[in-house]
């Protein structure tokens, strides 16, 4: 506690009538003086003592608390700042600060911990100052005694003056790291966000060794990885732009993983990876519609895949009715030639599904096109059937080289009935039935119309998602091979499309049917997905069984974590992780992998991780602070007056500001009124007794 006394006025009448009053009596004692008139002196007492008077003295005592000064330390907690042993350098810079700041005089210390980035992509790199504004808005200008910055200068949000910061204290950078660090990166530029599947995408990558020795290498091993298994490697130049080409595979997301071998100097190895994904589109699915005779049901399937801008269709009905043999060669019976050997043997493998819509065996398509039909889809291909009655005769399908594929084969059953298909229990976890618009699961009544014809077959292969008539199958999914078959058991689904009964999901369904067969990865009933939201990966496994095992996690920086999957009701299983790290994550549940990339393919925290004064630099000279490396040692701390020097060999300075504050104040009047009163009297007697003298 200091005390402090001052003097103050506190005028009886306005300060330019004092000083009116003041100007007349100086003009009236300077006349006085010039005639030599008696008593003039005490006359200008006289005038003096009514001037004080007018004026009301006082003196002000006050008692002044003093206030300490604030010592802002911000240590830099991004992630830059924790490789090798820079984290250690820290905790032994604090320790030491803890105990110099300690024995200061009058000083607050407040430490702030900084520029963690919220989430994994850290697109904007270290934010430091955005902590440090925060803290500066609950600290008074007048106490700050300095600011202490713990960092190995990678700061991405430095002001650009100390004005802008708004403060007038120094600034001093304790700086982690070493003089000769060196680190290899990986870049990657010109990343598309699409692509067509099936055709080749590039980009540009570029390795480069910061601060090498000399001599060091100029190519350097590139390892490519698809998806988590498919990889390749290549070698390329050190400290030049190369291009990279590689083809979609598949719709949806496709993650590329890039890694560059270990460099002469490494700070760390996560800037020597990185992770991009393309999302792959189809340009035109080329579908082939045969249709084995005119139905009502063909304008719906034509209609159906009509619509869908992205197909190119090519459309073939039989009119020539089976029981109309007269001898006239195939060729012959249209005007256009049916192309049979380009379609079924020269461009097969163009299309990507291929539709069999009440088609029967009959001389239209010998046996060896229906071969090479069977053989695209043991190669990749997709093959939807919707069988008519002919499929339960001696005219079926499956009597041909192309019942090798089908799943189903017929009993020689037909129900001619009403029934409302319903969605099997097996359906309800299939991504092409589960939550079909009307369905109310397997052991209740769908919400939809009926259809009027059902093909009995046995089952050989596949799933059953759809039953029909005495809960005999309706819909089947298979693969063969490398492709997939579907059969829908009735030629009825256009009931659905012309509303009858309230009609039904036809569209939705026999969407899901034809994007299943090409494979579209939103529809797998057997996948294991990630995908990284925020600060946190949603894991997501599909499948058609009900018990399933635990996902391994690998993380970027190469540690595992397990994840417990809770299962849903609809074939669907989650488990969320926390996301803490930039690069690739991999997952496997014994049987499928995943990849999941988290950040942005060049990451501003790690595009370069060497320690720097040149970022901090500007605001340390504006302020007169210093920069110390800390892995020498840390500085000694001393109180300055703010007119001096901040900074010195082997120490560091914080202003003295000497702030305070009031905490009580005694006012005593210099004239009181009996004073002023007997002083003015006195004074003005001893002129009137001098003059009369």
Not at 303 to 314: C, G, H
Not at 324 to 347: H, N
Not at 554 to 581: C, Y
């Amino acid at each position: 506690m200091l005390n402090a006394t001052t003097l103050a006025f506190a005028p009886l009448v306005p300060w330019p009538v004092v000083i009116a009053l003041a100007v007349l009596s100086a003009l009236a004692i300077a006349v006085a003086g010039w005639r030599r008139a008696r008593g003039a002196i005490w006359r200008a007492l006289a005038l003096a003592a009514i001037l004080a008077v007018l004026a009301n003295p006082s003196l002000i005592r006050e008692q002044r608390e003093v206030l300490p000064d604030i010592a802002l330390v911000a240590v830099d907690d991004s992630a830059s700042n924790r490789l090798e042993d820079r984290q250690a350098q820290v905790d032994r810079a604090i320790d030491a600060l803890d105990g110099e700041l300690a024995d200061l005089e009058n000083t607050q210390v407040r430490v702030i911990r900084a520029g963690r980035a919220d989430g994994p992509s850290q697109e904007g790199g270290t934010r430091l100052f955005d902590d440090v504004a925060r803290a500066l808005a609950e600290i008074p200008r007048e106490r700050l005694a300095g600011l202490v910055v713990v960092s190995d200068g990678q700061i991405h949000d430095v002001p650009e003056s100390l004005k802008a910061l708004e403060i007038d204290a120094p600034v001093h950078h304790l700086m982690t790291g070493r003089e000769d660090e060196g680190d290899r990166r990986l870049t990657v530029d010109e990343v598309p966000g699409y692509g067509i599947v099936g055709r080749e995408i590039s980009f540009t990558v570029k390795v480069e060794d910061l601060s090498a020795p000399e001599g060091g290498p100029s190519t350097a091993e590139l390892r490519l990885t698809r998806g988590g298994e498919e990889t390749r490697t290549r070698t390329v130049p050190v400290g030049q732009e190369t291009e990279i080409t590689v083809e979609l595979t598949h719709r949806g997301q496709n993650v590329l993983e890039l890694e560059v071998a270990e460099g002469p100097r490494e700070l760390t190895l996560t800037n020597n990876r990185a992770a991009i994904v393309i999302n792959g589109v189809r340009d035109r699915l080329r579908v082939l519609l045969v249709s084995g005779q005119p139905h009502a049901g063909e304008r719906a399937w034509r209609s159906l895949l009509k619509s869908d801008p992205s197909v190119d269709l090519v459309h073939f009905t039989i009119l020539r009715p089976p029981e109309k043999q007269d001898g006239t060669p195939i060729r012959e019976l249209s005007l256009i030639a049916f192309p049979t050997r380009e379609l079924f043997q020269v461009k097969i493998d163009e299309f990507d599904l291929i539709v069999f819509d009440r088609y029967q065996r009959r001389g239209v398509l010998p046996a060896l096109y229906l071969d090479n039909v069977a053989e695209y889809v043991r190669n990749g291909g997709a093959l939807l059937e919707a069988a008519g009655p002919s499929f339960a005769s001696r005219m079926s399908l499956y009597r041909t080289p192309l019942g090798r594929v089908l799943p189903g084969g017929p009993t020689g059953e037909i129900y001619e009935q009403g029934f409302k298909p319903q969605v099997t229990e097996l359906g309800t976890r299939h991504p092409v039935t589960r939550g079909l618009t009307g369905s109310r699961g397997p052991n209740a009544e769908a919400d939809w119309g009926r259809w009027f014809r059902h093909l009995n077959v046995n089952v050989q292969s596949g799933d059953v998602v759809m039953e029909g008539v005495r809960d005999r199958p309706l819909l089947i999914l298979d693969r063969v091979g490398e492709g997939r078959v579907a059969q829908l058991m009735s030629d009825h689904a256009w009931l659905w499309a012309r509303g009858y009964q309230g009609g039904g999901p036809q569209a939705e369904l026999m969407r899901r049917v034809a994007h299943w067969l090409m494979k579209e990865p939103e529809l797998e009933e057997e996948a294991l997905r990630a995908r990284v939201e925020g600060d946190r990966m949603i894991v997501e496994r599909r499948s058609l069984e009900t018990e399933l095992p635990p996902v391994e996690v690998t993380l970027p920086d190469g540690s595992t974590k397990t994840l417990q999957l809770d299962p849903g009701q609809d074939g669907r299983a989650t488990a969320t992780l926390p996301v803490d790290q930039l690069g690739t994550y991999e997952l496997t549940d014994g049987t499928r992998t995943a990849v999941a990339a988290a950040g942005p393919p060049n990451p501003l925290e790690y595009r370069d991780v060497r320690s720097t004064r040149a970022r901090l630099n500007p605001l340390v000279e504006a302020s007169g602070g210093s920069h110390v490396r800390i892995a020498d040692g840390t500085p000694r701390v001393r109180k300055v007056d703010p007119d001096r020097d901040s900074a010195g060999p082997g120490w560091i300075g914080l202003d003295a500001n000497r702030d305070y504050r009031v905490a009580g104040v005694m006012e005593v009047p210099l004239l009181p009124a009996v004073l002023a009163l007997m002083l003015v009297l006195g004074t003005l007697v001893a002129a009137w007794f001098r003059e009369g003298k």
